[in-house]
């Protein structure tokens, strides 16, 4: 389809429409192919190396049915994929998708794991999609036209004082990284309500969009575990960024309700959260 009534360089609404459409077809897609084929012994394989092998196995499947299903109706866009889908295209779209985001929570049966897609153009992110088909919910956003789980419009929760925040976040797979990572934690809670870790940085970008969470923060994140849930939280009235006056990437990423930001992503700062 064309790229029609584009304005000041912009997505036009026709494209963005577009984008959502594919986005959402490919995420249930996706997510009905890794819910009714996941192997229900999965988590209790006879080997250690096997769960593993069958979990990666459905993550490239995951992401090639995707890509094959985009590249179907737009064969010109670009892809950013973590099991290495990666091409420029020449549309000025690009698509960044993580296929299973929560590998460990799919490998042990547990709810919290999704397919996020996300579509740019011309490197600014328009749409995202996340769908958790065991948590039967999919989120959506658009640039500019908020952000919805199941169709209904979403708002980030009322800003509390941190002291009252319900703050999530995540630990990376390195050990030295998870060690660092714990210790910002371990002085992180004694200044806010609590802290939860889902293991889906999607989801738990998605449920500071919902209200579930006050604010989320993590380090080591790539651009497929936050591009979709990262404009679903802003489009939902939450801010989100990285380093001071950056924006979320691999160093740290902070999503929250506008005041818990202001006070969160300092203290962040404060506590080393964006190194090792």
Same mark, same amino acid.
């Given at each position: 389809?064309?790229? &029609?009534?584009? $304005?000041?360089?912009?997505?036009? !609404? =026709?494209?963005?429409? !577009?984008?959502?459409g594919l986005a959402q077809e490919a995420a249930l897609r996706a997510g009905t192919f890794l819910r009714d084929g996941r192997p229900? =012994?999965?988590?209790?394989?006879? $080997?250690? &190396?096997s769960p593993i092998d069958v979990v990666t196995e459905m993550d490239v499947a995951s992401e090639k049915l995707i890509t094959g299903f985009l590249a179907e109706h737009?064969? =010109?866009?670009?892809?950013?994929?973590?099991?290495? *889908?990666?091409? !420029?295209g020449s549309s000025g779209v690009r698509w960044v998708i993580d296929p299973v985001d929560g590998t460990v929570n799919y490998l042990y049966g547990r709810p919290e794991w999704a397919v996020s897609i996300a579509a740019e153009h011309h490197g600014e992110r328009v749409v995202g999609v996340v769908a958790a088909p065991l948590r039967g919910e999919t989120c959506h956003a658009v640039l500019g036209?908020?952000?919805?789980?199941?169709?209904?419009?979403?708002s980030c929760r009322p800003s509390p004082p941190l002291d009252? *925040?319900?703050i999530g976040t995540g630990f990376g797979y390195i050990t030295e990284r998870r060690v660092a990572q714990a210790a910002v934690a371990q002085r992180l809670i004694p200044r806010v309500r609590d802290i939860r870790r889902g293991g889906s940085a999607a989801i738990d970008l998605c449920d500071v969009a919902s209200g579930r969470l006050d604010g989320f923060y993590e380090r080591g994140l790539n651009p497929w575990d936050l591009a979709a849930g990262d404009l679903i939280a802003r489009e939902a009235g939450a801010r989100t960024g990285g380093r001071a006056g950056l924006p979320a990437d691999g160093d740290l990423t902070v999503a929250a309700s506008p005041g818990v930001f202001e006070v969160l992503q300092p203290l962040l700062e404060e506590l080393g959260a964006w190194h090792d």
């Open positions: 389809m064309s790229d &029609t009534h584009e $304005t000041s360089g912009g997505a036009g !609404e =026709d494209l963005k429409a !577009e984008l959502l229900a =012994d999965l988590g209790v394989a006879a $080997t250690k &190396t737009r064969p =010109d866009d670009g892809f950013l994929g973590e099991e290495g *889908a990666e091409s !420029e036209q908020g952000a919805y789980l199941n169709g209904l419009r979403l009252q *925040a319900l």
